[in-house]
């Protein structure tokens, strides 16, 4: 019976494991700093869509974006998670995902990127890349 009992009791502490909530690196209406070290765990347990925005400091472009993905972070508050990695300063998650050209931003769901866009395209350009991905209240 002690068998069973210990084998009854890792099964419980198993199911409690996989059903228990994601911890998610990401806060809500910020953008969040991503690096290297921190970029897969904090995909993998975003609750919500996440874009991320690949930037880098001597980029115009990516400093005219940069007050945009701040506003829409507040914005879509509870919708969608924000974030940016600098690309010179993480350059392993940039080659993975092929990151050629900056701004980059990409869309991750479910730990998975599902979509991209390329350049300075304002806020309705952000707002276009996300409709798709935002949840119909």
């Known amino acids: 019976?002690?068998?069973?009992?210990?084998?009854?009791?890792?099964?419980?502490?198993?199911?409690?494991?996989?059903?228990?909530?994601?911890?998610?690196?990401?806060?809500?209406?910020?953008?969040?700093?991503?690096?290297?070290?921190?970029?897969?765990?904090?995909?993998?347990?975003?609750?919500?869509?996440?874009?991320?925005?690949?930037?880098?400091?001597?980029?115009?472009?990516?400093?005219?974006?940069?007050?945009?993905?701040?506003?829409?972070?507040?914005d879509y508050t509870g919708r969608v998670?924000?974030?940016?990695?600098?690309t010179d300063q993480n350059r392993t998650t940039s080659a993975k995902f092929r990151v050629m050209s900056i701004p980059n931003f990409i869309v991750f769901r479910n730990g998975r990127q599902v979509d991209q866009v390329l350049g300075a395209v304002g806020r309705q350009g952000l707002e276009a890349l996300l409709r798709r991905y935002l949840s119909v209240t």
Do not use: H, Y
């Open 1 to 74: 019976m002690t068998e069973d009992r210990e084998l009854e009791e890792i099964k419980r502490r198993m199911i409690e494991k996989i059903m228990a909530p994601k911890l998610s690196l990401l806060n809500n209406g910020v953008v969040n700093i991503l690096t290297d070290a921190n970029f897969d765990q904090a995909v993998g347990s975003a609750g919500l869509p996440l874009l991320v925005d690949f930037w880098a400091d001597w980029c115009g472009p990516c400093k005219m974006m940069a007050p945009v993905v701040e506003a829409m972070a507040r």
């Open 81 to 86: 998670l924000f974030a940016k990695k600098n």
